[in-house]
Structures are given as structure tokens and as C-alpha cells.
């Protein structure tokens, strides 16, 4: 089944305490991206990966890292999470931006305290 | 000043009912998506558009590039078209996206 997951779906963790947060997918896809979801923001863009070792920033790349060493994942790290990064985020995938279809994956809940 | 404005950001239907979703833009766009967010949170693509129209089953959507418009149309929806749709924006290789409407479709 072609799909993104994402791990884990929900974290508490504090401020400070790094964490990573994994997407997979399964559909040789070229393009990855990580969003953030905010109420009465939507969604932004945090980073965005074209391919295999190249990584662009989004609109709101600060206190995020990310990595693309194989073309299945693309994992988004926060070496110092703080409460203003407690937010649901998603990883999506497509061939490129240009494809009509992006794949979402399911979610992650994050609250720093 | 978000660069995508959606309207309205609720709207209530009663079965049946034609429904209107509103997107405009400020930026040049290379194109614009149309998402479906479930109940749950996923997120599915509906529509991609860079000029015109496309039409699946009950859902059109429509793009005017001069006046940087688009719209989203449910023909006789139905409780399960309740959710939130999303308009996002292409520029480059980046997207921007709106805050969502939000439908309650009424048995």
C-alpha cells in the first residue's frame, strides 16, 4: 500500500530534551516536505527536500533541522524544542511539487512543555 | 497579511445544498491545490489547477489566474463532505497555504 508514516503520532516532551521526529515513504517519491499545523495559522512549510541530500527552508524553518540521506526518508529534527514548537505536524511526499498528488502522512501531535 | 485568504471560515449546509468555497491570492502561483482535511486530521489532494476547471464526481473546482481567484464547488453534498478544506498556492517549488473553511453538512 503506497503510503508516508510518520513516527511517533504523539509526543510530550520539555523543553530543551532533543527529539526527531521520522517520515518514511514507500513510493520512490523525489519530493519531501514537513508542515506545521496551527490553529488560525493552517499550514506551513517548514523544510522541503527535492531530492537525496538537498534540503530548501520553508516559511518557518527556525529551531528545525532536517536530513535526506535516502530518498524514503526525510526525518525532522528539534535539537532544543520550546512550548512555541507544540504544534501538529505533517510529512508529505509526491514525485515532485509539480504533481497533482501530494501523499500526507498521518500526523504528529507534539507538546513541549 | 497571509499571502492565501479563504472564505468563509465556517460554513454550515443542509444536505443537498450547493456549496461554494472561496480562495484568492497575492503571489504568482505556479499552480493551486485544493486539499480535503477528514474529521481525524489526514489530508488528501483533491485538485490541482494552473488554468480553468476540473470536475470530480461531485466536487468542481475553478481557477481565474487574472483576478488571482479560485473556487471550490460541492454539487448536492452530503454529511460526508464535512471536513476542512484547504487552498494552497505553488510558487517555485514552495506552497503556501490558507487557514481552511470548515463544513458541517446537516442530514
Known amino acids: 500500500e503506497a503510503q508516508v508514516t510518520q513516527n511517533p503520532r504523539y509526543l510530550i516532551t520539555v523543553t530543551g530534551k532533543k527529539l526527531t521526529v521520522t517520515c518514511s515513504q514507500n513510493?520512490?517519491?523525489?519530493?519531501m516536505s514537513w508542515y506545521r499545523q496551527d490553529p488560525g495559522l493552517g499550514l506551513r512549510q517548514i523544510y522541503y527536500?527535492?531530492?537525496?541530500?538537498?534540503?530548501d527552508k520553508g516559511d518557518v524553518p527556525e529551531g528545525y533541522k532536517v536530513s535526506r540521506k535516502e530518498k524514503r526518508n526525510f526525518p525532522l529534527i528539534l535539537e532544543s524544542p520550546s512550548p512555541n514548537q507544540t504544534s501538529l505536524y505533517f510529512c508529505?511526499?509526491?514525485?515532485?511539487?509539480?504533481?497533482?498528488?501530494?501523499?500526507f502522512g498521518p500526523g504528529t501531535r507534539l507538546l513541549v512543555l | 497579511k497571509n499571502e492565501v485568504e479563504q472564505s468563509p471560515q465556517n460554513l454550515t449546509a443542509q444536505e443537498g445544498e450547493f456549496i461554494t468555497i472561496n480562495c484568492s491570492y497575492s503571489v504568482g502561483i505556479s499552480a493551486l491545490h485544493w486539499l480535503q482535511q477528514h474529521p481525524g486530521g489526514g489530508i488528501v489532494s483533491l485538485f490541482m489547477l494552473s488554468s480553468g476547471k476540473k470536475k470530480h464526481g461531485r466536487l468542481i473546482a475553478t481557477i481565474n489566474i487574472q483576478e488571482k481567484h479560485s473556487s471550490l464547488h460541492i454539487t448536492a453534498s452530503h454529511p460526508r463532505d464535512s471536513a476542512v478544506y484547504i487552498c494552497a498556492v505553488r510558487g517555485g517549488n514552495q506552497f503556501y497555504f490558507g487557514t481552511g473553511t470548515s463544513l458541517t453538512v446537516i442530514p
Open positions: 527536500s527535492m531530492n537525496v541530500e538537498v534540503t
Open positions: 513510493m520512490n517519491h523525489e519530493y
Open positions: 508529505a511526499s509526491s514525485l515532485s511539487p509539480a504533481q497533482e498528488t501530494q501523499y
